[in-house]
């Protein structure tokens, strides 16, 4: 709702100067997101039933202590030639 969006919002630069780079939710039945105060908010779509015009698929995110890379991938990706390189990369470290 509105009031818990304006509360996060709120608390975004003491999230921020704690460390945290990017928040992730999902269940939103498409991929969504923004950018606010140095703090990315990342949404990702239901792997069943789609609102919009996203693919079935999973979001990979690979954490490292430099970085926070995040892609959406379809089931139809990820069936015909996997995960994308770098993520397959920066996932085995």
């Known amino acids: ?10 608390s975004a630069p ?4 704690s460390g945290v ?3 992730f939710s999902g269940h939103y ?3 969504a997101g923004g950018r606010h105060g140095g703090l ?3 949404v990702s779509s239901a792997i069943g039933c789609q609102l919009g015009d996203d693919t079935h698929g999973v979001r990979v ?3 490292t202590a430099d970085t926070v890379v995040h892609r959406y991938h379809s089931l139809e990706q990820l069936r015909a030639r996997g995960m994308d390189e770098d993520l397959r ?3 085995k470290t």
């Open 1 to 10: 709702d509105v009031e818990s969006g304006r509360t996060f919002l709120q």
């Open 14 to 17: 003491t999230t921020v100067s």
């Open 21 to 23: 780079k990017a928040v």
């Open 29 to 31: 039945h498409r991929n």
């Open 40 to 42: 990315d908010m990342v």
């Open 61 to 63: 995110v690979a954490v």
């Open 89 to 91: 990369k920066l996932l």
